[in-house]
């Protein structure tokens, strides 16, 4: 790959975005490229489509640098992690309308892209665009290495999902090498939750329930948890792991109610069970380990057509 993102640092405007309600691997690249392009006295803008707000697990990313005000247009685009452009939201049309669009990711098949810079094998974009910046002999910084590490981290799920190679291991190595404060990152992702989450959690687990015959753990939060715990959506995500600690399922689901009452899903495996196929049903996206999507099917027809998939595949 002779492909070099530094050549369309001058191709401005320049706009940076991942996909929909952003999580660590989309915002930790994306603020790793505006830190690298402040660095180097070059204006970009960067933004997402944030339903309610940015988790709080994550706000040792530098939030502040979020641009208030966009332009109309772009000359340049940096998309991370998003391989279909619907999963834009609403920064889709603008992505789309700009003459270079560059797709740095990790998915199977990205759908758009002028330039694709995209490892399938990878376990999150940060190690794609990692790989770039070395690559194309830029320096990494701490605050840089921080943004990178938080990728790592949550795509491989604390260093734990099938995609935790020796790579990754060495890529943790580096960044921890440039400063990154993994201990720091790692609490605020994983070890600080929000009081009330940690009450709403003891009802999502009452609510599991395991599919043994096919090693299927689901639960659900609806929009009436919300209120009753006064907590935002996005300081529940954590919860999917706890659907996952189920021993003897290989793949576990977490279902929440939206406020139009569709749902979202996001998906876990282990033992390679590879979930972005369940996701690709609801034309959502992720990759092996980890994925998601939306639906406006009720949730007894989301988990049918899941098992039903499951199923097909044992």
Same mark, same amino acid.
């Given at each position: 790959?002779?492909?070099?993102?530094?050549?369309?640092?001058?191709?401005?405007?320049?706009?940076?975005?991942?996909?929909?309600?952003?999580?660590?691997?989309?915002?930790?690249?994306?603020?790793?490229?505006?830190?690298?392009?402040?660095?180097?006295?070059?204006?970009?803008? +960067?933004?997402?489509? /944030?339903?309610?707000?940015?988790?709080? #697990?994550?706000?040792? *990313?530098?939030? @502040?640098? %979020?641009?208030?005000?966009?332009?109309?247009?772009?000359?340049?685009?940096?998309?991370?992690?998003?391989?279909?452009?619907?999963?834009?939201?609403?920064?889709?049309?603008?992505?789309?309308?700009?003459?270079?669009?560059?797709?740095?990711?990790?998915?199977?098949?990205?759908?758009?892209?002028?330039?694709?810079?995209?490892?399938?094998?990878?376990?999150?974009?940060?190690?794609?665009?990692?790989?770039?910046?070395?690559?194309?002999?830029?320096?990494?910084?701490?605050?840089?290495?921080?943004?990178?590490?938080?990728?790592?981290?949550?795509?491989?799920?604390?260093?734990?999902?099938?995609?935790?190679?020796?790579?990754?291991?060495?890529?943790?190595?580096?960044?921890?090498?440039?400063?990154?404060?993994?201990?720091? +990152?790692?609490?605020? /992702?994983?070890?600080?939750?929000?009081? #009330?989450?940690?009450? *709403?959690?003891? @009802?999502? %687990?009452?609510?599991?329930?395991?599919?043994?015959?096919?090693?299927?753990?689901?639960?659900?939060?609806?929009?009436?948890?919300?209120?009753?715990?006064?907590?935002?959506?996005?300081?529940?995500?954590?919860?999917?792991?706890?659907?996952?600690?189920?021993?003897?399922?290989?793949?576990?689901?977490?279902?929440?109610?939206?406020?139009?009452?569709?749902?979202?899903?996001?998906?876990?495996?282990?033992?390679?069970?590879?979930?972005?196929?369940?996701?690709?049903?609801?034309?959502?996206?992720?990759?092996?380990?980890?994925?998601?999507?939306?639906?406006?099917?009720?949730?007894?027809?989301?988990?049918?057509?899941?098992?039903?998939?499951?199923?097909?595949?044992?």
């Amino acid at each position: 790959m002779n492909e070099q993102i530094s050549t369309f640092f001058e191709k401005g405007p320049i706009f940076i975005t991942g996909h929909v309600n952003p999580d660590g691997d989309a915002l930790g690249s994306s603020f790793c490229l505006k830190i690298l392009l402040n660095k180097e006295n070059i204006d970009a803008d +960067i933004n997402f489509d /944030i339903e309610n707000k940015l988790p709080s #697990n994550l706000d040792h *990313l530098p939030y @502040e640098l %979020i641009t208030k005000k966009l332009q109309s247009s772009y000359e340049t685009v940096f998309v991370f992690d998003c391989g279909n452009p619907g999963r834009l939201g609403r920064y889709e049309d603008i992505v789309l309308k700009a003459k270079n669009i560059i797709v740095i990711d990790h998915h199977i098949n990205p759908t758009f892209g002028s330039l694709q810079i995209v490892d399938s094998d990878a376990a999150s974009t940060t190690q794609v665009l990692y790989r770039q910046l070395l690559k194309e002999k830029y320096e990494i910084d701490k605050d840089m290495a921080d943004c990178l590490l938080t990728g790592l981290i949550t795509d491989t799920g604390r260093f734990q999902y099938p995609n935790t190679t020796t790579e990754v291991f060495n890529i943790a190595s580096e960044l921890l090498k440039q400063g990154a404060d993994i201990s720091s +990152i790692s609490e605020n /992702i994983y070890g600080s939750i929000e009081f #009330n989450a940690l009450k *709403l959690q003891s @009802e999502i %687990i009452n609510r599991i329930i395991f599919d043994e015959d096919i090693k299927f753990t689901y639960s659900t939060i609806y929009q009436k948890d919300y209120k009753k715990y006064n907590i935002d959506a996005e300081e529940t995500d954590f919860l999917i792991d706890v659907v996952r600690l189920v021993r003897g399922a290989d793949i576990a689901l977490l279902l929440k109610e939206q406020v139009d009452g569709t749902f979202k899903g996001s998906l876990r495996s282990r033992n390679n069970f590879n979930v972005q196929e369940l996701s690709a049903i609801f034309d959502g996206g992720g990759h092996k380990a980890a994925s998601g999507f939306s639906s406006s099917s009720s949730q007894e027809d989301i988990i049918e057509i899941i098992k039903n998939e499951i199923r097909t595949k044992l």
